[in-house]
C-alpha cells in the first residue's frame, strides 16, 4: 500500500493513557455513525433534548492520521492518529480475530510495544484528514449519567473528500444501550462498520474500509462456554452488521450471499449454546434475527436462480425468446426482493435489530433470567462442552449418510441442512483440536454441503421457475425447460455428493 501523497514527519513519541480504575457500575463506550445531513437532528429529538445537563461543550476539531508511504501500520492493523493539539495516539483499527469484541466498540489504544519495527524507523507521512466540529455534553437516564461526544465534519484526502458524522456515548451500559436505541427509533444510526481512521485511510488509498471480523469465529482463547459463546455472537454480529451497506442490486451478490452465510452461523451459534443460553433474551433476538434472514432468503434465491441455472440456459439457449422472457421476470423478482430487503436494512426495525445484538454481547443478556443449571454450565469448560454437540450432530449426519442413495428430494434437503448444522459447529470448535486432521475433516464437510447445497438449488430453480408462470400459457414452455435443465442438474450432482460424502466418511471426527 502506498499512499499517494503526505506530509513527512519524524516518528512521535505516543504516550498511552494510563488505565482508568474498574467502575462499580459496568461502564461502555459505543461509536453510532449518522449520515451527515441527520445530525443537525440529533439534538432535537426527545431522546437528547429532554434528558441534557448542563452547558454543551463545543468547538472546532480537527484529526490527522499517519502511517510509513508502504502502509507499515495499516498492515498491521493500526493508525496513528494526532488531535488538534498535538496529542498522539498509536490505535487498533482492526482488532485480532480471537480478541473479544461487538459492534460499536471504538478503536483501542495499542500496546506500547505494538509499532511495527518499519514504522519505527520512519519517515511517516500524513494520509488524510478529518476537518469540524466537536459538541461535547451530559445526558440523564435511570441508570446513570451518559457523556455524549459529536463529532461533525468532513474526511479530507488529496484526491477525495466526504462529509461524516460520529456519536459516541458513554456511562453505564444499560443506559448507553438505551439512548442509542432512542436515536436509532427516529435517526439512521447504526454501529460503525469501520473506525474513522480506517475510513480515513480507505479514502487516502482510493479503496473500501476492511472489514472488522470475516468468515466463521475463532473461540481458541476461549477457556469456558460463556467465553466462547461471547467471542462468537460479537464476531457473527460484526460479520453480519458490515455486509449489510453492500447488500444492493447494484453491488452484486457477494454481500448477500456473506451476510446471509454469517446469520445462518450467528443462528446455529445460539442453537448450540441453548442449554447454556436459556433465558429469554436469546429467544427474542434469535426471532429478530428470522425476520432479517427472511428477507436476504428471496434476494439469495434469486440470484442463484438468474446467476446460475438461468445464465448457462440462456448461454445454451440464446435464440429462445420464451426462455429469454422467463428470465425477465426472474430478474424483475430479484430486483423486487433487493427493493424488499433495501427497504428493512434502512428500516427503524433493523436499527434496533442491531443494536439489540450489540447489547446482547455487550451486556451478556443470556445471563438475564437464566435458570441455574444455565449459568453452571456457562462456567464449565469449553472443550467437553463442544466434544458433545459435534458427536451428537456427527451421529445423525452419520445416520443419513448411510441411506442416502435412496432419499428423495425432500429427504435430502433435510440431510443437507444437518450437513450445514454440523459445519458450522465443526467450523466454530475446531481450533480446539488444532491440526491436520481438523482441517481435513472440515474441508471435506465443506464438499459434501456444497454438493448437496447444489442439489438442493437445483430443486428450487425449479420451483421458482414455476412461480413465475402466472397463469400465461406462452411461459409453460420455457418453464418445462427450465425445470428440465434443473432435474438432470440434480441428477449430476446426486452422485457428487454420494462421492464427496464416501470421503467425509473415511476421515471421521477429528474431536
Same mark, same amino acid.
Given at each position: 500500500?502506498?499512499?499517494?501523497?503526505?506530509?513527512?514527519m /519524524?516518528?512521535?513519541?505516543?504516550?498511552?493513557?494510563a488505565? $482508568?480504575e474498574s467502575p462499580?457500575?459496568?461502564s461502555?463506550?459505543?461509536e453510532?455513525?449518522l449520515?451527515?445531513?441527520?445530525?443537525g437532528?440529533?439534538t432535537r429529538?426527545?431522546?437528547?433534548?429532554?434528558?441534557r445537563?448542563?452547558?454543551?461543550?463545543g468547538g472546532a476539531e480537527?484529526?490527522?492520521w499517519f502511517?510509513?508511504?508502504q502502509?507499515?501500520l495499516?498492515?498491521?492493523?493500526?493508525?496513528?492518529e494526532?488531535?488538534?493539539?498535538?496529542?498522539r495516539?498509536l490505535?487498533?483499527?482492526l482488532? %485480532?480475530a480471537?480478541?473479544?469484541w461487538?459492534?460499536? =466498540?471504538?478503536?483501542a489504544p495499542a500496546?506500547?510495544?505494538a509499532m511495527?519495527?518499519?514504522?519505527?524507523?520512519?519517515?511517516?507521512?500524513?494520509l488524510?484528514a478529518?476537518?469540524g466540529?466537536?459538541?461535547g *455534553?451530559?445526558?440523564?437516564?435511570a441508570a446513570?449519567?451518559?457523556?455524549?461526544l =459529536?463529532?461533525?465534519g468532513?474526511l479530507?484526502a488529496v484526491?477525495?473528500?466526504?462529509p461524516?458524522?460520529?456519536l459516541?456515548?458513554?456511562g453505564p451500559?444499560?443506559?448507553?444501550?438505551?439512548?442509542?436505541?432512542?436515536?436509532?427509533?427516529e435517526?439512521p444510526?447504526?454501529?460503525?462498520a469501520a473506525a474513522l481512521?480506517?475510513?480515513?485511510r480507505?479514502?487516502a488509498?482510493g479503496d473500501?474500509?476492511?472489514?472488522?471480523r470475516?468468515?466463521?469465529?475463532?473461540?481458541g482463547?476461549?477457556?469456558?462456554v460463556?467465553e466462547? =459463546?461471547?467471542?462468537?455472537?460479537g464476531h457473527?454480529a460484526?460479520?453480519v452488521?458490515?455486509l449489510?451497506p453492500g447488500?444492493?442490486?447494484?453491488a452484486g451478490?457477494e454481500a448477500?450471499?456473506?451476510?446471509?452465510?454469517g446469520l445462518?452461523r450467528?443462528?446455529?451459534v445460539?442453537?448450540? *449454546?441453548?442449554r447454556?443460553a436459556?433465558?429469554? !433474551?436469546?429467544?427474542?433476538l434469535?426471532a429478530?434475527?428470522k425476520t432479517?434472514?427472511?428477507?436476504?432468503?428471496p434476494? &439469495?434465491? #434469486?440470484d442463484v436462480f438468474?446467476?446460475?441455472i438461468? &445464465?448457462a440456459?440462456?448461454?445454451?439457449?440464446?435464440?429462445?425468446r420464451?426462455?429469454? %422472457?422467463l428470465?425477465d421476470?426472474?430478474?424483475g423478482?430479484r430486483?423486487?426482493a433487493?427493493?424488499?430487503?433495501?427497504? *428493512?436494512l434502512?428500516s /427503524?426495525?433493523?436499527r434496533?435489530?442491531? #443494536?439489540?445484538l450489540?447489547?446482547?454481547?455487550?451486556?451478556?443478556r #443470556?445471563?438475564?433470567?437464566?435458570s441455574e443449571?444455565?449459568?453452571t454450565l456457562?462456567?464449565?469448560?469449553?472443550?467437553?462442552?463442544?466434544?458433545a454437540?459435534?458427536a451428537?450432530r456427527w451421529?445423525g449426519?452419520?445416520e443419513?449418510?448411510?441411506?442416502?442413495a435412496?432419499m428423495?428430494?425432500?429427504?435430502?434437503?433435510e440431510?443437507?441442512l444437518?450437513a450445514?448444522?454440523?459445519?458450522y !459447529?465443526a467450523?466454530l470448535?475446531?481450533?480446539?483440536w488444532a491440526g491436520? &486432521?481438523?482441517?481435513? *475433516?472440515l474441508?471435506?464437510?465443506?464438499?459434501?454441503?456444497e454438493?448437496l447445497?447444489l442439489?438442493?438449488d437445483?430443486?428450487v430453480?425449479?420451483?421458482?421457475a414455476?412461480?413465475?408462470?402466472n397463469?400465461? %400459457?406462452? &411461459? $409453460?414452455?420455457?418453464?418445462?425447460?427450465?425445470t428440465?435443465w434443473?432435474r438432470?442438474r440434480v441428477?449430476r450432482v446426486r452422485q457428487?455428493?454420494?462421492?464427496? #460424502?464416501d470421503d467425509l466418511?473415511?476421515?471421521?471426527?477429528?474431536?
Amino acid at each position: 500500500m502506498v499512499a499517494r501523497t503526505g506530509i513527512e514527519m /519524524p516518528l512521535p513519541d505516543i504516550a498511552l493513557p494510563a488505565p $482508568a480504575e474498574s467502575p462499580s457500575v459496568p461502564s461502555l463506550t459505543i461509536e453510532l455513525a449518522l449520515p451527515a445531513e441527520a445530525a443537525g437532528r440529533l439534538t432535537r429529538l426527545p431522546a437528547i433534548g429532554t434528558r441534557r445537563l448542563g452547558r454543551s461543550r463545543g468547538g472546532a476539531e480537527t484529526l490527522i492520521w499517519f502511517d510509513t508511504p508502504q502502509g507499515a501500520l495499516a498492515e498491521a492493523g493500526l493508525a496513528l492518529e494526532q488531535g488538534a493539539r498535538g496529542a498522539r495516539r498509536l490505535l487498533v483499527t482492526l482488532p %485480532a480475530a480471537n480478541a473479544p469484541w461487538h459492534p460499536g =466498540l471504538p478503536p483501542a489504544p495499542a500496546a506500547e510495544d505494538a509499532m511495527p519495527a518499519a514504522a519505527a524507523a520512519g519517515p511517516l507521512v500524513a494520509l488524510a484528514a478529518f476537518h469540524g466540529r466537536k459538541l461535547g *455534553f451530559a445526558l440523564s437516564h435511570a441508570a446513570g449519567e451518559v457523556e455524549a461526544l =459529536l463529532l461533525t465534519g468532513k474526511l479530507r484526502a488529496v484526491a477525495d473528500e466526504h462529509p461524516v458524522a460520529r456519536l459516541t456515548l458513554t456511562g453505564p451500559a444499560t443506559a448507553v444501550l438505551a439512548i442509542a436505541r432512542e436515536i436509532a427509533a427516529e435517526l439512521p444510526a447504526l454501529p460503525p462498520a469501520a473506525a474513522l481512521a480506517e475510513e480515513a485511510r480507505a479514502l487516502a488509498q482510493g479503496d473500501r474500509p476492511r472489514l472488522r471480523r470475516k468468515g466463521a469465529p475463532d473461540p481458541g482463547t476461549a477457556t469456558t462456554v460463556e467465553e466462547a =459463546l461471547a467471542l462468537a455472537v460479537g464476531h457473527l454480529a460484526e460479520v453480519v452488521l458490515a455486509l449489510a451497506p453492500g447488500a444492493r442490486a447494484d453491488a452484486g451478490p457477494e454481500a448477500v450471499h456473506q451476510m446471509r452465510v454469517g446469520l445462518r452461523r450467528l443462528r446455529s451459534v445460539l442453537k448450540l *449454546f441453548r442449554r447454556a443460553a436459556d433465558g429469554p !433474551a436469546p429467544k427474542a433476538l434469535e426471532a429478530g434475527l428470522k425476520t432479517l434472514l427472511g428477507f436476504l432468503g428471496p434476494a &439469495r434465491d #434469486w440470484d442463484v436462480f438468474t446467476l446460475g441455472i438461468g &445464465r448457462a440456459i440462456s448461454e445454451a439457449m440464446p435464440e429462445e425468446r420464451a426462455v429469454a %422472457a422467463l428470465l425477465d421476470a426472474a430478474e424483475g423478482r430479484r430486483q423486487a426482493a433487493y427493493a424488499a430487503l433495501e427497504r *428493512f436494512l434502512h428500516s /427503524p426495525d433493523y436499527r434496533l435489530l442491531a #443494536w439489540e445484538l450489540t447489547g446482547f454481547v455487550a451486556e451478556a443478556r #443470556w445471563r438475564e433470567e437464566a435458570s441455574e443449571e444455565a449459568l453452571t454450565l456457562l462456567a464449565s469448560p469449553l472443550q467437553p462442552f463442544a466434544e458433545a454437540l459435534l458427536a451428537k450432530r456427527w451421529k445423525g449426519l452419520a445416520e443419513d449418510g448411510a441411506v442416502m442413495a435412496e432419499m428423495d428430494d425432500e429427504r435430502l434437503h433435510e440431510m443437507r441442512l444437518d450437513a450445514k448444522r454440523l459445519r458450522y !459447529a465443526a467450523e466454530l470448535f475446531a481450533p480446539l483440536w488444532a491440526g491436520r &486432521r481438523s482441517r481435513r *475433516f472440515l474441508k471435506r464437510l465443506a464438499a459434501v454441503q456444497e454438493a448437496l447445497g447444489l442439489a438442493n438449488d437445483a430443486v428450487v430453480a425449479g420451483a421458482l421457475a414455476a412461480s413465475l408462470a402466472n397463469g400465461r %400459457a406462452e &411461459r $409453460a414452455y420455457a418453464i418445462g425447460i427450465v425445470t428440465g435443465w434443473a432435474r438432470g442438474r440434480v441428477g449430476r450432482v446426486r452422485q457428487e455428493a454420494t462421492e464427496t #460424502w464416501d470421503d467425509l466418511d473415511a476421515t471421521g471426527a477429528f474431536w
